[in-house]
T-cell receptor, first 115, second 112 residues
Framework: NAGVTQTPKFRILKIGQSMTLQCTQD?????MYWYRQDPGMGLKLIYYSVGAGITDKGEVPNGYNVSRSTTEDFPLRLELAAPSQTSVYFCASSYSGGGAGGELFFGEGSRLTVL | GNSVTQMEGPVTLSEEAFLTINCTYTATGYPSLFWYVQYPGEGLQLLLKATKADDKGSNKGFEATYRKETTSFHLEKGSVQVSDSAVYFC???????????FGTGTSLTVIP
């Protein structure tokens, strides 16, 4: 059971470079999320999607872009990387969202450092 | 708006001690409430949940009761083990269910 798979696990970027964090889930979940985790700050929502072709901003979307062309994939694009984007990024998915007590399933995380 | 406030850490306990991690929330309506646990180097995983007032979620000896009158969802365990060392996150889901809101996390270390 793969669940939610994120790649890469680690990456170092130079300021101004761009990259894409990949996220794939094999549970046929409609809802997918990208969070960033900074020390002592908990998780902040970057973007989320309620289904293929539908995305929406979370709390901290600036500097990021997403797309959702299929149910399985939800890549996160960083354009013009900045040191403030140094963080651990988590992708998560849910079958029904949280309204009915739906559970979030998380990937293992991607640690990004911008120098 | 929606927010979660949880007890600051880190918390260090001896094995078999009683654990309480406080969590209070602000939300419109009646959100679902969750506790997630993150073991070192891993993603978060669901520990327990409650979807309506007075519900008690429980798993692996941990419990939390959804208290609407005090807007709280405190995590408790009667006797902690070294293997419980992790970071614990309280969370709620929005009324529409589209978004989840997390507390800042509480780091727990249990020493033998």
């Amino acid at each position: 059971n793969a669940g939610v798979t994120q790649t890469p696990k680690f990456r170092i970027l130079k300021i101004g470079q761009s990259m894409t964090l990949q996220c794939t889930q094999d549970m046929n979940h409609n809802y997918m999320y990208w969070y960033r985790q900074d020390p002592g700050m908990g998780l902040k929502l970057i973007y989320y999607s309620v289904g293929a072709g539908i995305t929406d901003k979370g709390e901290v979307p600036n500097g990021y872009n997403v797309s959702r062309s299929t149910t399985e994939d939800f890549p996160l694009r960083l354009e013009l990387a900045a040191p403030s984007q140094t963080s651990v990024y988590f992708c998560a998915s849910s079958y029904s969202g949280g309204g009915a007590g739906g559970e979030l399933f998380f990937g293992e995380g991607s640690r990004l450092t911008v120098l | 708006g929606n927010s979660v406030t949880q007890m600051e850490g880190p918390v260090t306990l001896s094995e078999e001690a009683f654990l309480t991690i406080n969590c209070t929330y602000t939300a419109t309506g009646y959100p679902s409430l969750f506790w997630y646990v993150q073991y070192p180097g891993e993603g978060l995983q669901l520990l327990l949940k409650a979807t309506k007032a007075d519900d008690k979620g429980s798993n692996k000896g941990f419990e939390a009761t959804y208290r609407k009158e005090t807007t709280s969802f405190h995590l408790e365990k009667g006797s902690v083990q070294v293997s419980d060392s992790a970071v614990y996150f309280c969370a709620l889901s929005s009324l529409t269910g589209n978004q989840f809101y997390f507390g800042t996390g509480t780091s727990l270390t249990v020493i033998p």
